[in-house]
Antibody, heavy 121, light 113 residues
Framework: EVQLVESGGGLVQPGGSLRLSCTAS????????MNWVRQAPGKGLEWVSYIGSGGGTTYYADSVKGRFTISRDNAKNSLYLQMNSLRAEDTAVYYC??????????????WGQGTLVAVSS | DIVMTQSPDSLTVSLGERATINCKSS????????????LAWYQQKPGQPPRLLIY???IRDSGVPDRFSASGSETDFTLTISSLQAEDVAVYYCQQYYSTPFTFGGGTKVEIK
């Protein structure tokens, strides 16, 4: 069974940092592109970041560019999101999602259960 | 950025009746090189992560009931639930993957009348 399990969320003060992790199982992680998608409380879905299967290509939403860094460790079947200079508007559930489709152009399946990041003083 | 606009925001339908959700993109998501529409649909039930329903605008993912169907091309797309079941109560989102940033519609909430 394909599984994605996120961890690392929590309460952080504005300006602080957090590192999210996602552990994958049930598929050949190194063969798939991966993404982070977030959902603010009671709101819709917002794509955050993409990373290619080898880790050499990354894309970011403008709202997080320069503050967030996506990375992966294929030997550990793990995806990461380093979040710096956090703002109140970054408060959301962050989902780890596997990309499917043509190189660099993904639809998302499956989704992890998500980890909540709350930015507040 | 490609803006995705869904309508209606919410929909109340009787059990067994048809539900239709619309999604409009601000730019065509049809790639001329492969003649495919780069559009997906998701279902999100309360307290759960989204689940993929449809990709390439009309291809049902594995395990998705055949009462779900989707159509459309270029900028106008539709998701149809042919006979609404109680377990279909959810928010439905469209998503374009034609270009980054990948963008979602605002969601359509489907409820039972």
């Amino acid at each position: 069974e394909v599984q994605l399990v996120e961890s690392g969320g929590g309460l952080v003060q504005p300006g602080g940092s957090l590192r999210l992790s996602c552990t994958a199982s049930g598929f050949t992680f190194s063969s798939y592109e991966m993404n982070w998608v977030r959902q603010a409380p009671g709101k819709g879905l917002e794509w955050v970041s993409y990373i290619g299967s080898g880790g050499g290509t990354t894309y970011y939403a403008d709202s997080v560019k320069g503050r967030f860094t996506i990375s992966r460790d294929n030997a550990k079947n793990s995806l990461y999101l380093q979040m710096n200079s956090l703002r109140a508007e970054d408060t959301a559930v962050y989902y780890c999602v596997r990309g499917r489709g043509s190189s660099g152009l993904n639809w998302f399946d499956p989704w992890g259960q998500g980890t909540l990041v709350a930015v507040s003083s | 950025d490609i803006v995705m606009t869904q309508s209606p925001d919410s929909l109340t339908v009787s059990l067994g009746e048809r539900a239709t959700i619309n999604c409009k993109s601000s730019y065509s998501v049809l790639f001329s090189s492969d003649n495919k529409n780069y559009l997906a649909w998701y279902q999100q039930k309360p307290g759960q992560p989204p689940r993929l329903l449809i990709y390439w605008a009309s291809i049902r993912d594995s395990g998705v009931p055949d009462r779900f169907s989707a159509s459309g091309s270029e900028t106008d797309f539709t998701l149809t639930i042919s006979s609404l079941q109680a377990e279909d109560v959810a928010v439905y989102y469209c998503q374009q993957y034609y270009s980054t940033p990948f963008t979602f519609g605002g969601g359509t909430k489907v409820e039972i009348k």
